[in-house]
């Protein structure tokens, strides 16, 4: 993937937002996202380390731009269920339609399916995308710091606390790093894999924690794919590990994740 294909997925956000605007204008969203319900504490039990066995984060994924499609037919309701019988912590969902063949309506099948928490995974650009986050129900949102100003980054971190919502910060370098700390990130995930390249190198995972901040909670994300990848990071301080292919490419799902959580 290259930065312009970076600038794409962003200009198709941009077109998606005035799309959905036009259908669910900011002021009812905003209505609709400060409604009560029951939170699923997605940081806090990522903030809990249980000795050898890692929290996973298991990713409803049935395709991406580099890979391809990955599990097309994918049961969001049948394969959270398996990823929470298998062990897993919370649920990622990737809602991007475009480019991974999602949906935000997964969310609410996902929620009614598990107990676990939930995270939407997409390109949030503006508040409007997080009220329609809080909305569809997610527990938590993840925010990437190289497609958002530092302002911006802040402003949407502010907006998660306002609406009791806990987001994922994902970096992938000392800059980013560097922007998440001073925008107050407190969930750190370093990714992988190299937007703009597609590469993936666990060893920037293990590079960059030893620079978080004490309150700082990492959590890996890309390139995951068995246990030996876990045990490689978790020396370094990682307990938290967002896997998405590798669970989603496999027959047993429950199966597989219990042998990456031993």
Known sequence: MTSSFLDRIVAVKQMEIAEASRLAPESVLRQQARMPR????FFARLNTVTGSHPNIIAEVK??????????PDLDSAAYSKACQEGGAVAMSVLTDRQFFNGSIGDAQTVRSAVD??????DFLIAPYQVYESRAAGFDAILLIVRILEASL??????????LDMDA???????????SASRAGARLIGINSRDLSTFETDLSICSRLVPLLEPDQVPVAASGICNRSDIDRLMPFGVNNFLIGESIARSSDPAGFLKSLIG
Do not use: M
């Not at 029951?38 to 504490?41: A, D, E, S």
């Not at 049935?62 to 990955?70: L, Q, T």
């Not at 676990?116 to 995974?121: Q, S, Y």
């Open 168 to 178: 994922l910060v994902e970096i992938h370098s000392e800059a980013d790093l560097k």
């Open 62 to 71: 049935r395709a991406s731009p580099s890979r391809g499609r990955i599990r």
């Open 153 to 162: 980054l802040k402003e949407l971190l502010s907006l998660c606390h306002e």
């Open 38 to 41: 029951v939170k699923r504490p």
């Open 116 to 121: 676990l928490p939930v995270l939407r995974k």
